[in-house]
């Protein structure tokens, strides 16, 4: 009990593991908001500043967000909280709009610039209170901080002691308020991943109600993703020695530092064309990976399967290899981005009992012709968030 806030950028946060749909009396679960992951320092009512997962200051990019301090009771100032900084469109969490906001999204300059951001509903989703009034709470465990949290910041008709059979996640933003207290029910994990699933949320995570607050990944928080899936068609693949720090010193030979980094992927649309939709380099094991190298090397081709070819400038040309667009693979997906790509791609296996020609967009996903071809590629997965812009 310190009567203060640390530092700006000392505090780091809790993160989640990945896992799957559960129910458990032990956990509390909360719907995945799709934004920017932020801690906001509130010393008083006059100032605030809000700090990403990695340190960086998110405040300048938001300023909807500066008088979250003075709109909060002064009964907990000093605050610092948890949260998820969030663009809502049409009341669900819009991750796109909320990246334009950053420097390195394509359409970012341009938007500030005439400020059609300004149209964007910013708010502050807060899910945890780490100081109170000056308190330190990180020790406690999270049923308590939650009751703390939910007694300062929500309306008595707002919570939701006891649980809610059918919570309704759509945050009831007020243009007033910047913050909306992030909803969750106890136990019932299956029922909010249901919810969350209708209502357009990223997922679910679900929280251990003994766990105290401590920095980095932790078992006591896990988070369940909502994942579509689909069948695309390989047209290429980066391949080439292992980063240094990968490789085993007792390897030897020129094959142990030959790993294969991503797929190249394509749907067939408009006119027969194989249309490039992203890369993929998560998802395998290592003897997976070795075996799809294998199949690779045997359908290589001098030229590109995909009309146009895609530019994926920042790959050396030396690792990028083109193959007949033969082989079917199953990604799962966090959704489209408006570049027609694959956002977070993950390999899930190859598709033996279906031919290359059945795989074409989705009848909601179908891009205008000519089709989008990304101007740079600067991460291992197109569609990802890049560094430029990755700072939840």
């Known amino acids: 009990m310190n009567r203060g806030l640390p ?104 938007e500030r610039a005439t400020g059609r951001v300004a149209a964007v509903e910013i708010v502050y989703a807060v899910f945890d209170l780490l100081f109170c009034h000056g308190d330190d ?66 997922g679910v995570v679900a929280k251990r109600l003994e766990s105290r607050y401590r920095a980095g990944r932790s078992r006591d928080w896990i988070k369940i993703r909502v994942r579509p899936e689909l069948d695309a068609v390989v047209g290429g693949f980066l391949a080439g020695p292992a980063p240094v720090a990968d490789r085993s010193p007792s390897t030897t030979g020129t094959g142990a530092t030959n790993r294969l980094h991503s797929l190249l992927l394509g749907l067939y649309g408009r006119e027969g064309r194989l249309q490039f939709v992203g890369r993929v380099g998560t998802g395998w094991t290592p003897p997976e990976a070795e075996a799809l ?24 040309v030396s690792l990028l290899h083109w193959v ?12 489209w981005t408006p570049l027609g790509l694959l956002r977070q791609p993950s390999w899930k296996g190859i598709r033996h ?13 179908v891009p205008p012709a000519p089709p989008p071809v990304p101007a740079r590629a600067t991460s291992p997965q197109e569609g990802e968030r890049t560094d430029a812009h990755r700072l939840s």
């Open 137 to 202: 709470l990180r020790s406690l465990p999270l049923a308590r901080r939650r009751q703390i949290l939910e007694e300062s910041l929500s309306p008595p008709a707002a919570r939701n002691p006891g649980g809610n059979r059918d919570p309704e996640l759509q945050p009831a933003s007020h243009p007033a308020l910047p913050f909306v207290l992030s909803p969750g029910v106890p136990e019932e994990g299956s029922l909010l991943y249901r919810v969350s699933v209708a209502q357009g949320f990223e």
């Open 353 to 365: 009992d279906k031919s290359p020609e059945e795989c074409v967009f989705p009848v909601d996903s």
């Open 7 to 110: 530092p700006f950028g000392s505090v780091q946060p809790m993160l989640a593991v990945e896992g799957e749909v559960f129910d458990s009396p032990d956990f509390f679960f909360e719907p995945k908001w799709d934004g920017f992951r932020a801690l906001g320092f509130c010393p008083d009512p006059s100032s605030v500043r809000f700090q990403s997962r990695h340190g960086r200051d998110l405040t300048p990019h938001f300023p909807e967000l500066v008088s979250l301090a003075s709109v909060l009771p002064g009964s907990i100032l000093p605050a610092l909280l948890d949260g998820e900084i969030v663009a809502l469109k049409e009341g669900r969490p819009d991750f796109h709009a909320l990246a334009r906001r950053m420097p390195g999204y394509p359409a970012g300059g341009r």
């Open 324 to 335: 007949e667009p033969r082989l079917v693979v199953v990604i799962a997906y966090r959704e």
């Open 293 to 316: 190298l294998a199949l690779l090397r045997r359908l290589e081709q001098p030229s590109s399967p995909f009309a146009p070819a895609p530019q994926l400038s920042g790959s050396p």
